[in-house]
Each structure stands twice: as structure tokens, then as C-alpha cells.
């Protein structure tokens, strides 16, 4: 056997691993997933008022982790996990500087920039989802 067809039997080999373990872990999360309630958790005019990230918690509330997870691919706890590793650097990032200051919490931030990436869409459509005006969206999203 020459080297090239012993080196793409290799890779064929770790791709076909990777598959593998990428298919076990999904089923594995569809099995923490069922045993998660899928209600609607509070009333949407609670969150409202006094949420410290009214983006996410409304939706949260309207259906649980099965709508976090049909907007970003990501359930309540691991979003929870991202933003207990990136809370820090958010929260300082949105208090320095002068002038305005957006009105989106940074964890409704981090929230619309892992549906964004989930979605692929364009601007206007993620603006308008998010009750924003596009300008303003693309701006703090980068």
C-alpha cells in the first residue's frame, strides 16, 4: 500500500472516530434533555420588570430550555456555564468608556451572539427577532 492511500485510510479512520464520539455525546445530551421540564417558567411581564437579562429570561420563560435550545443549540445550564466563565470580561467590557451606553445586558449579549451564530442570517432578520433596529444591532454585536 503506498503512503498516500495508508495516510487517507488513517484520516478516514479519525474522521470516522470524531463521528463517533460526536454522536454519543449528542445522545447522551437528548437524554439530560428529556428529563428537563419544558413549560413556560414565569409570566413574560415578571421577567420584564426586573430582570438583570430581560432578552434572555423572556425567552426562557416562554419555553423553558427547549426554546434556548432551538435559538442557539445550547440548554439553560450550558449557557449558564458560558457565561459564569465570561461574565467577568462582559461586565467590565460594558462599564468602560464614556458616552452611551448600549441598553442590552451583557448576557442577553452573549445570549443573541450564540443564536446569531446558530441562525446565519442576515442583520435585519436577527434585529427583528430581537426587537432591534439593525444598525444599532450589528454595532454591539462586534
Sequence with gaps: ??????????????VSHA??????????????????PTDAIHDE???EN???SP??????????SQTLIEMSNFNFNEIER??????????????????????VAPKDL????LCVLKAATNWDLMGEIFKKKDVHFS????
Design 19 to 36: 463521528l463517533k464520539v460526536l454522536a454519543q455525546l449528542r445522545e447522551k445530551r437528548e437524554e439530560e434533555m428529556a428529563g428537563l
Design 50 to 52: 426586573d430582570s438583570l
Design 82 to 103: 458560558l457565561w459564569h466563565r465570561c461574565c467577568t470580561v462582559l461586565t467590565q467590557s460594558f462599564m468602560l468608556g464614556r458616552g452611551k451606553k448600549t441598553d
Design 110 to 113: 452573549l445570549f443573541i451572539v
Design 1 to 14: 500500500m503506498s503512503k498516500q492511500t495508508a495516510s487517507s485510510s488513517t484520516s478516514s479512520a479519525k
Design 45 to 47: 411581564s415578571d421577567v
Design 55 to 64: 432578552i434572555f429570561d423572556r425567552f426562557y420563560a416562554n419555553g423553558g
Design 139 to 142: 454595532n454591539w454585536t462586534f
